[in-house]
C-alpha cells in the first residue's frame, strides 16, 4: 500500500491503497463519490468519466499512481447546486431515461466545450462518440451539448 494525496474537487483528500489502484475505485469505495459510475471497466463506454486537469479521463482505466498533484473534477465537483450550463442543458432537453451514462455523458460534454465553446454538430458527435447510452439517447445528448454551447 501507497499514501496519495489527491486534489478532487478542490479538495485535498489522502488514501491508502495500491499503486495500480484504477482512479475510479479510489473515488468510488475509498471517497464515497459515486456519481461517477462502473460499467466496462476496459475503456470503452465513458461511465467513468471524470476530468483529469480538465481532460475528459476514463478513471477505470487511471491508475492512482498516474493523477500525481493533477486536479481531479467528478460530477459531484462540476458544480455546487447542479447548474453547470451542461447539467442545465440537460434537464432542458430532459435527456436522462435509465441516467446511468449520464455523469459521464455530462464530464465529456463540459470537458469538449471548455476546448470548443462553439461547436458543430458534427463536432459534438465526434467529441462524445467514446461515450456509449444505453438507452440510445444520442440525438437528445446531441442537443443538450448544442443548448449548452449556446448559453455560454
Known amino acids: 500500500m501507497s499514501k496519495f494525496t489527491l486534489k478532487i474537487n478542490g479538495a485535498t483528500q489522502s488514501v491508502d491503497v495500491e499503486d495500480d489502484t484504477p482512479l475510479l475505485w479510489v473515488l468510488r469505495?475509498?471517497?464515497?463519490?459515486?456519481?461517477?459510475?462502473?460499467?466496462?471497466?476496459?475503456?470503452?463506454?465513458?461511465?467513468c468519466t471524470v476530468?483529469?486537469?480538465g481532460t475528459a479521463t476514463f478513471s477505470c482505466?487511471?491508475?492512482?499512481?498516474?493523477?500525481?498533484?493533477?486536479?481531479?473534477?467528478?460530477?459531484e465537483g462540476l458544480s455546487k447546486e447542479g447548474d453547470h450550463p451542461?447539467?442545465?442543458?440537460?434537464e432542458e432537453v430532459d435527456v436522462a431515461q435509465c441516467g446511468y451514462c449520464q455523469s459521464g455523458q455530462i464530464m465529456t460534454a463540459a470537458a469538449f466545450l471548455e476546448q470548443n465553446p462553439s461547436p458543430t454538430l458534427e463536432e459534438i458527435d465526434n467529441a462524445m462518440n467514446r461515450n456509449i447510452c444505453r438507452c440510445g439517447t444520442y440525438h437528445k445528448i446531441r442537443e443538450a451539448v448544442a443548448v449548452a454551447a449556446k448559453s455560454n
Open 29 to 47: 469505495d475509498h471517497l464515497n463519490l459515486v456519481g461517477t459510475k462502473f460499467s466496462c471497466g476496459i475503456a470503452q463506454c465513458g461511465a
Open 51 to 53: 476530468h483529469v486537469n
Open 61 to 75: 482505466v487511471t491508475p492512482i499512481s498516474s493523477v500525481g498533484n493533477a486536479e481531479v473534477t467528478t460530477i
Open 86 to 90: 451542461v447539467q442545465k442543458a440537460w
